[in-house]
């Protein structure tokens, strides 16, 4: 029972490079999101997704792509990483709306 | 607009004692949800609580309590006979409606309880 997985959940980059993070559920859960978590700031929902091929922004989008081909992945962009896209992601998914969401363990992504 | 304030940044207290994390949240919708998530050192969030805006009657489970007052827009949580291992930051979280297609949360900044033996 994986429940919601995240990789890699350690990376650096560098400043320009594409990177992209990984989610995966084993739940069908149709709703999933991505968070980042800044000190200071509390979690911030960057993208979210009601069902396959559903996405759309939240509250910081730019400089990040989603997409959602399958229920079970939803994985998430960098086109081109900037220093202030360091920072610690959080994937989550949720059965239905608005029930609970549960996490992944976090990605910690660095960008030098 | 949807905010959530945690005002209390950091606490500290000795095991055994009862401590309240405050949590003020702000929203212009009649319906809405409310949720409590702890962040221990290792980092993932563990759901708690969930309780949405029809329902005022407090909670208790095991040492763990929540007072919802809509009245004053607040859901504060309460440990009791704090331990060790309650040290975590633990976030309030206010539900937002996103463009019909269901709901996001909106935390709070978080509060870091720090609980020594």
């Known amino acids: 029972d994986a429940g919601i997985t995240q990789s890699p959940r350690y990376k650096i980059t560098e400043t320009g490079r594409q990177v992209t993070l990984m989610c995966h559920q084993t739940?069908?859960?149709?709703?999933m999101f991505w968070y980042r978590q800044d000190l200071g700031h509390g979690l911030r929902l960057i993208y979210y997704?009601?069902?396959?091929?559903?996405?759309d922004k939240g509250e910081v989008p730019d400089g990040y792509v989603v997409s959602r081909s399958k229920t079970e992945n939803f994985p998430l962009t960098l086109e081109s990483a900037t220093r202030s896209q360091t920072s610690v992601y959080f994937c989550?998914?949720?059965?239905?709306?608005?029930?609970?969401?549960?996490f992944g363990p976090g990605t910690r992504l660095t960008v030098t | 607009a949807q905010k959530v304030t945690q005002a209390q940044t950091e606490i500290s207290v000795v095991e055994k004692e009862d401590v309240t994390l405050d949590c003020v949240y702000e929203?212009?919708?009649?319906?809405?949800?409310l949720f409590w998530y702890k962040q221990p050192p290792s980092g993932e969030l563990v759901f708690l609580i969930r309780?949405?805006?029809?329902?005022?009657q407090n909670e208790i489970s095991g040492r763990y309590s929540w007072n919802f007052q809509k009245s004053t827009s607040s859901f504060n949580f309460t440990i009791t006979a704090s331990q060790v291992v309650d040290s975590a930051v633990y976030f309030c979280?206010?539900?937002?409606?996103?463009?019909?297609?269901?709901?996001?949360?909106?935390f709070g900044k978080g509060t870091t309880l720090s609980v020594s033996s």
């Open positions: 989550a998914s949720s059965e239905s709306s608005p029930h609970e969401q549960y």
């Open positions: 739940w069908s859960h149709s709703y």
């Open positions: 997704s009601a069902a396959a091929d559903i996405t």
């Open positions: 929203t212009r919708d009649t319906t809405y949800y």
């Open positions: 309780r949405n805006s029809f329902d005022e």
């Open positions: 979280a206010l539900s937002w409606v996103l463009n019909q297609a269901g709901t996001a949360l909106i």
